[in-house]
Antibody, heavy 125, light 111 residues
Framework: QVQLVQSGAEVKKPGASVKVSCMASGYTFSNYAISWVRQAPGQGLEWMGWISAYSGNTNYAQKFQGRVTMTTDTSTGTAYMELRSLRSDDTAVYYC??????????????????WGQGTLVTVSS | QSALTQPASVSGSPGQSITISCTGT?????????VSWYQQHPGKAPKLMIY???KRPSGVSNRFSGSKSGNTASLTISGLQAEDEADYYC???????????FGTGTKVTVL
C-alpha cells in the first residue's frame, strides 16, 4: 500500500530555515511527482509546489519562489522541502502528497492521491 | 493567488443529499477538467474523493459525485452519514499562473 511518512515536528526561530522530509513506499517513487501543501492553524490548504521525482523538474507557487527548494533522493525514495527565511506566518502543518498523473496536454502534475501525515512547523522567537 | 470560492458551511440531516459549490474562472475551473475534491477530518491529512471533475478513486463511496457547469464545480454527497462530517476542499489547475489552487473550504455538518 502507498505510504508517505514525514519527519517530526520542528520549532524554529524567525529567519531560520527548515527542511522537512517525506519517505515514500508502496509505489515506484521515480514515476511520480511529490507536491507540498501547507495549512496554517485553523486555515485552508495552500499549494506550495511540486517536484518530479523522475526528472527533478520543479514548479513552485509564485508566493514561495526564491524561498523554497524541493528535492528528491530516488535511492531512498525520499522527498525534501526546505523553506528559508522563516516568519511567524509560516507556522503551519506541512504535507507532502503524491501526484496522481502527469497530463501531457498541459505539461503538469495533477491531483494529489496519497498524503503524508503532516509535519507541524512552528516559527517563534 | 486567490483561492477558489466555496461556501463556508453546508449542513444536512442523515440520509439527505447536500451539494458544495466551487466557483473559479475560465483560467481554472471553467477552462479545464482538472478539478478535484478532498475530505479532511480534524487533525487528519486530506483524502482525495473526486478527481478530473467526476472520477472516484478506488475505495471512495459512490455516495460522492462531482460535476461542473461553466466556472462552477460541485460535489454532491448523497445519503449523508455522520462520518461525512468534515471539511471539504476543491482544487484546480490554474493556467494564468501555471499553478495549483485550492478552494476556501466548506465545513459539512450532519445535523
Amino acid at each position: 500500500q502507498v505510504q508517505l511518512v514525514q519527519s517530526g515536528a520542528e520549532v524554529k526561530k524567525p529567519g531560520a530555515s527548515v527542511k522537512v522530509s517525506c519517505m515514500a513506499s508502496g509505489y515506484t517513487f521515480s514515476n511520480y511527482a511529490i507536491s507540498w501543501v501547507r495549512q496554517a492553524p485553523g486555515q485552508g490548504l495552500e499549494w506550495m509546489g511540486w517536484i518530479s521525482a523522475y526528472s527533478g523538474n520543479t514548479n513552485y507557487a509564485q508566493k514561495f519562489q526564491g524561498r523554497v527548494t524541493m528535492t528528491t533522493d530516488t535511492s531512498t525514495g525520499t522527498a525534501y522541502m526546505e523553506l528559508r527565511s522563516l516568519r511567524s506566518d509560516d507556522t503551519a502543518v506541512y504535507y507532502c502528497a503524491k501526484g496522481r498523473y502527469y497530463d501531457v496536454l498541459i505539461g503538469y502534475w495533477v491531483h494529489f492521491d496519497y498524503w503524508g501525515q503532516g509535519t507541524l512547523v512552528t516559527v517563534s522567537s | 493567488q486567490s483561492a477558489l470560492t466555496q461556501p463556508a458551511s453546508v449542513s444536512g440531516s442523515p440520509g439527505q443529499s447536500i451539494t458544495i459549490s466551487c466557483t473559479g474562472t475560465s483560467s481554472d475551473v471553467g477552462g479545464y477538467n482538472y478539478v478535484s475534491w478532498y475530505q479532511q477530518h480534524p487533525g487528519k491529512a486530506p483524502k482525495l474523493m473526486i478527481y478530473d471533475v467526476s472520477k472516484r478513486p478506488s475505495g471512495v463511496s459512490n455516495r460522492f459525485s462531482g460535476s461542473k457547469s461553466g466556472n462552477t464545480a460541485s460535489l454532491t454527497i448523497s445519503g449523508l452519514q455522520a462520518e461525512d462530517e468534515a471539511d471539504y476542499y476543491c482544487s484546480s489547475y490554474r493556467s494564468s499562473s501555471t499553478s495549483w489552487v485550492f478552494g476556501t473550504g466548506t465545513k459539512v455538518t450532519v445535523l
